[in-house]
């Protein structure tokens, strides 16, 4: 983790014009994930899990949703078929002249384009994040454990479109003998359901809460057009529809993976997230994005990669680091206990 990565400041100061949001602020981390090769000692996104080697893989013995299952790859095909398009990405950015594709790269696309029929029984999990604490606050903690680790099932489920994800907290110092090996599903239901290894990029910025989670009162005046003109700042200069869209895009929480912070709703209103197990308000714990910006949100840009910008593969957004892709877009967050991170963890996709 020796990048740096810098949000720049947002466009306007929020609190200044509506000092009822200070009190209302939280701290989140930015985790800015970007392709590397980390280790089972390294915070990552997509990386190995320092998995004791004396305890039990998780698989996921859930139903699954058998869509599309005549398109399904392993996890190796899938890795492969990124190195070809990487290649070729790189051979066409040193000569625009360059083929698009090889003989030899066409053949295998051909091949693994028939993909394996489906998988039914257990299937492994595959790493999608390890946090450590000297990298990564958490809003939540586990006594005694200085580690997160995140897997999930890479296929859809009967009751969810999206994988379904297994939270494990550990000491990491109790962890001796590491699983070298560690098993991989059969089949991964969809490509977008690997992530890339990445390093991670920790930075703390502030959040504040969704526009649909404010009060009536608070919603009238962001919503009101004059008191933006009043202060001075042309919120419709930066393609916004209405000061509503501004905030929610440019000032209110950062979008990407992030640690903390407050829920992002969109997809759906504002809900409850009480804890399964005795009913407390869970806390956000966890976000895996889609992309970590968009055409809407290119404010959160960090400022090294406006001048220097990670290179990503033909066809692919520029923000799309992890190349995960969820539900068509969206993030899925991991809300937690904070009485008892043990309890069960809520999923929610926005």
Same mark, same amino acid.
């Given at each position: 983790?020796?990048?740096?990565?810098?949000?720049?400041?947002?466009?306007?100061?929020?609190?200044?014009?509506?000092?009822?949001?200070?009190?209302?602020?939280?701290?989140?981390?930015?985790?800015?994930?970007?392709?590397?090769?980390?280790?089972?000692?390294?915070?990552?996104?997509?990386?190995?899990?320092?998995?004791?080697?004396?305890?039990?893989?998780?698989?996921?013995? *859930?139903?699954?949703?058998?869509?599309?299952?005549?398109?399904?790859?392993?996890?190796?095909?899938?890795?492969?078929?990124?190195?070809?398009?990487?290649?070729?990405?790189?051979?066409?950015?040193?000569?625009?002249?360059?083929?698009?594709?090889?003989?030899?790269?066409?053949?295998?696309?051909?091949?693994?384009?028939?993909?394996?029929?489906?998988?039914?029984?257990?299937?492994?999990?595959?790493?999608?994040?390890?946090?450590?604490?000297?990298? &990564?606050?958490?809003?939540?903690?586990?006594?005694?454990?200085?580690?997160?680790? &995140?897997?999930?099932?890479?296929?859809?489920?009967? *009751?969810?479109?999206?994988?379904?994800?297994?939270?494990?907290?550990?000491?990491?110092?109790?962890?001796?003998?590491?699983?070298?090996?560690?098993?991989?599903?059969?089949?991964?239901?969809?490509?977008?359901?690997?992530?890339?290894?990445?390093?991670?990029?920790?930075?703390?910025?502030?959040?504040?809460?969704?526009?649909?989670?404010?009060?009536?009162?608070?919603?009238?005046?962001?919503?009101?057009?004059?008191?933006?003109?009043?202060?001075?700042?042309?919120?419709?200069?930066?393609?916004?529809?209405?000061?509503?869209?501004?905030?929610?895009?440019?000032?209110?929480?950062?979008?990407?993976?992030?640690?903390?912070?407050?829920?992002?709703?969109?997809?759906?209103?504002?809900?409850?997230?009480?804890?399964? *197990?005795?009913?407390?308000?869970?806390?956000?714990?966890?976000?895996?994005?889609?992309?970590?910006?968009?055409?809407?949100?290119?404010?959160?840009?960090?400022?090294? *990669?406006?001048?220097?910008?990670?290179?990503?593969?033909?066809?692919?957004?520029?923000?799309?680091?992890?190349?995960?892709?969820?539900?068509?877009?969206?993030?899925?967050?991991?809300?937690?206990?904070?009485?008892?991170?043990?309890?069960?963890?809520?999923?929610? &996709?926005?």
């Amino acid at each position: 983790m020796n990048a740096i990565f810098t949000t720049p400041p947002r466009p306007v100061d929020i609190t200044a014009l509506f000092p009822q949001l200070a009190p209302l602020a939280r701290t989140a981390t930015r985790l800015h994930p970007r392709p590397g090769s980390p280790t089972v000692h390294d915070s990552s996104v997509g990386g190995p899990l320092l998995w004791p080697a004396d305890e039990p893989w998780p698989h996921c013995v *859930e139903p699954h949703d058998s869509e599309a299952a005549d398109e399904m790859h392993s996890a190796d095909e899938i890795r492969l078929l990124r190195r070809i398009r990487a290649a070729a990405a790189e051979r066409r950015l040193r000569d625009p002249q360059a083929p698009a594709i090889t003989p030899e790269e066409r053949e295998i696309e051909q091949r693994l384009r028939e993909g394996h029929p489906w998988f039914d029984g257990p299937i492994p999990m595959i790493p999608v994040a390890q946090l450590y604490a000297r990298d &990564v606050p958490l809003p939540v903690s586990h006594p005694g454990a200085d580690l997160l680790q &995140v897997l999930w099932c890479p296929c859809d489920h009967e *009751e969810f479109a999206h994988p379904r994800t297994a939270l494990f907290w550990r000491s990491s110092g109790s962890v001796t003998d590491v699983l070298e090996a560690p098993p991989e599903p059969p089949v991964i239901q969809f490509d977008w359901y690997l992530p890339e290894p990445c390093l991670l990029a920790p930075e703390q910025v502030t959040d504040y809460p969704s526009f649909m989670e404010l009060s009536k009162e608070l919603q009238q005046q962001l919503g009101d057009v004059n008191l933006w003109e009043t202060a001075g700042f042309a919120w419709d200069s930066t393609g916004a529809l209405d000061p509503q869209e501004f905030y929610f895009r440019n000032l209110c929480h950062a979008p990407g993976w992030k640690t903390g912070g407050w829920t992002r709703w969109g997809l759906t209103d504002p809900m409850p997230r009480s804890c399964p *197990e005795c009913g407390i308000e869970t806390t956000p714990l966890l976000t895996i994005a889609s992309t970590e910006w968009n055409s809407g949100s290119k404010s959160w840009m960090p400022d090294e *990669e406006r001048t220097n910008p990670t290179p990503f593969l033909i066809g692919v957004p520029p923000a799309d680091f992890t190349l995960l892709n969820i539900t068509d877009g969206y993030d899925l967050q991991l809300h937690a206990c904070p009485a008892s991170p043990d309890h069960p963890h809520i999923e929610l &996709v926005q």
